[in-house]
C-alpha cells in the first residue's frame, strides 16, 4: 500500500501564492509518477498537474499553465504545487495522486491518493 499526505492549503488572497506538497510512503517507488488533482464543491474533480517519476515529463490543466508549477523530490518521495497569481476560481480541495506506468495524462487511472487539503482564494 502506499499512502498519500497532503498538507500546505489554506486560505489566501487573489493574486497570492500557496506551495503544496505531497508526502509519499509505505511500499512506495522512486517509479511511481505524481499528480495533483482539484474538485470544488458541486463539480467533479478534474486533473490539474503531473510529473513523470524522472521529471522528465509534465502535464498541465490549461487553466494552470503559466501559475501553476509542479515538481518533485525523489530522495524525500515529496511532490510539491506551487500556486501563483491564484484566483477565486482556484478554490477547491486539492489532491495528490500516484500511479505507475507511462501515462500521466488526466485520463490515466490513478492508483493511490491522498486525503486532499482545501485551498481557499478570496477575492
Known amino acids: 500500500q502506499v499512502q498519500l499526505v497532503e498538507s500546505g492549503g489554506g486560505l489566501v488572497q487573489a493574486g497570492g501564492s500557496l506551495r503544496l506538497s505531497c508526502a509519499a510512503s509505505?511500499?512506495?517507488?522512486?517509479?511511481?509518477?505524481m499528480g495533483w488533482f482539484r474538485q470544488a464543491p458541486g463539480k467533479e474533480r478534474e486533473f490539474v498537474a503531473a510529473?513523470?517519476?524522472?521529471?522528465?515529463?509534465?502535464n498541465y490543466a490549461d487553466s494552470v499553465k503559466g501559475r501553476f508549477t509542479i515538481s518533485s523530490d525523489n530522495a524525500k518521495n515529496t511532490a510539491f504545487l506551487q500556486m501563483n497569481s491564484l484566483k477565486p476560481e482556484d478554490t477547491a480541495v486539492y489532491y495528490c495522486?500516484?500511479?505507475?506506468?507511462?501515462?500521466?495524462?488526466?485520463?490515466?487511472?490513478?492508483?493511490?491518493w491522498g486525503q486532499g487539503t482545501q485551498v481557499t482564494v478570496s477575492s
Open positions: 495522486a500516484a500511479r505507475r506506468g507511462l501515462d500521466i495524462t488526466p485520463n490515466a487511472r490513478w492508483d493511490y
Open positions: 509505505g511500499h512506495f517507488f522512486v517509479s511511481y509518477n
Open positions: 510529473i513523470s517519476w524522472n521529471g522528465a515529463g509534465l
